[in-house]
């Protein structure tokens, strides 16, 4: 039976561990909507290079780790830190030095006891259309994406009203409630809004969260091949890296068969995802990619239905509808499809 999606609310994902997997040439270390996830005895890549310091934080703790040089592409990053076996596990700020020398919060590090077999992912996605300034989500939605079972959380699409950076102030405060991480995937809109407000992209980034790997592109790709070398070439490094997931899945703000042809045949010829979720797609795309196998999901619009949950085992994926989420051992009634076929 063929692997399917279905694009009904929430997404369970259950996996066991394998190593964190970091962004570009160009990452700059966790910040907000690309923090790091990593389990004692791991390794997270960083902006900072090999000599410097960086500190987790947390209330009065604080743990200085050293950044070594880089041995691979997993994890991706300008530097690597290896997080000691007996490491204490929760949320962090990550602190490490800027251009300035003054050091300063980067963003956030989670650090879990180890990656659960069983874990749930929220595919949210904003709607900006009663929205013209400030975060597009409400208090109630963050609450019940804290009240779920979910892991990981995914933001796809619509962000804010304005791109302005109160915004994504107000952004950024609102999902640091949540102890779990939260991934931002913006739509263009949102990508050419902050761009306008002269504020940092969140840049391609890929990680895996026990043996399956999301890839997260932004907005989108480019709808040419001239140009596109060093990004895509970035990508196709992190989509070999995954290509031992047991479910290798893309996020994304817009998918369109307008992508550059390189693009295309990279994510879904190549080396083929098993999933895409995107916020929005053009008309006339099916629930199969056509270029092959790759499966789509289109989440819900806030604020009416705005979660997605998917199941997934070794050998099935799930979905159940939310409010009234299932626990782990209830889902089973969902029809299941065979990861091997």
Request: hydrophobic share 45%; charged share 20%.
């Amino acid at each position: 039976m063929m692997k399917r999606l279905h694009t009904i609310c929430f997404l369970l994902l259950f996996a066991a561990s394998m190593p964190l997997v970091g962004a570009s040439a160009t990452y700059r270390g966790p910040e907000p909507g690309r923090p790091a996830v990593v389990v004692p005895g791991g390794v997270m890549g960083v902006g900072e290079r090999d000599g410097e310091t960086v500190t987790l934080v947390r209330g009065t703790e604080r743990h200085s780790l050293s950044v070594v040089a880089p041995t691979g592409v997993v994890p991706v990053g300008t530097g690597h830190v290896h997080i000691p076996e007996a490491f204490p596990v929760g949320r962090y700020e990550l602190v490490g030095p800027r251009e300035d020398n003054v050091p300063s919060p980067t963003g956030v590090v989670h650090v879990l006891p180890e990656f659960p077999e069983a874990y749930a992912v929220a595919v949210v996605r904003g709607d900006r259309s009663e929205n013209t300034t400030g975060t597009v989500f409400s208090d109630a939605l963050v609450a019940a994406v804290a009240d779920s079972p979910a892991a990981l959380v995914f933001l796809v699409g619509a962000l804010t009203g304005d791109g302005a950076a109160a915004s994504y102030t107000a952004l950024d405060a609102q999902w640091s409630a949540l102890s779990v991480p939260v991934f931002y995937c913006p739509d263009a809109d949102e990508t050419t809004r902050r761009r306008a407000a002269g504020l940092a992209l969140p840049g391609d980034h890929a990680i895996a969260f026990g043996r399956d790997g999301y890839l997260l592109l932004g907005a989108g790709l480019p709808h040419s091949d001239v140009g596109v070398d060093g990004r895509m070439g970035a990508i196709q490094r992190w989509r070999r890296a995954l290509r031992a997931s047991r479910w290798s899945v893309g996020v994304v703000g817009r998918f369109g068969l307008d992508w550059s042809i390189r693009a295309q045949l990279v994510l879904f010829v190549d080396d083929p995802l098993d999933y895409l979720v995107t916020a929005e797609t053009l008309a006339g795309v099916g629930e199969t990619l056509p270029w092959g196998r790759t499966r789509y999901a289109i989440p819900p619009t806030a604020p009416s239905v705005p979660l997605q949950l998917i199941a997934v085992d070794g050998g099935a994926m799930r979905a159940v509808m939310v409010p009234e989420v299932p626990e782990v051992s209830e889902v089973s009634e969902v029809p299941e499809v065979s990861a091997t076929e």
